[in-house]
């Protein structure tokens, strides 16, 4: 499996439509674009932290977790 499809499978574990995910991440919108059609490639630490943050925040909600734990 290629990044950029590992990309898009990370961002749609997540429930988020793109314009979401850059948002809650303060990722621009075009940066994820790129990544995503494969014209830019991830770098592989970022992968991985991006990854690693949506596993501990619980996103089965939509990534609303964090609005919850007040």
């Not at 995503?36 to 939509?62: C, H, Q, S, W």
């Amino acid at each position: 499996m290629e990044i950029k499809d590992k990309v898009k499978e990370l961002r749609e574990s997540t429930g988020m439509n793109r314009k979401e995910f850059c948002e809650y991440f303060g990722i621009p919108y075009r940066t994820v674009t790129e990544w995503e059609r494969g014209t830019r490639k991830m770098p592989d630490y970022v992968f991985r932290l991006l990854a690693y943050r949506i596993k501990m925040g619980n996103f089965a909600d939509n990534g609303k977790a964090e609005e919850n734990e007040e």
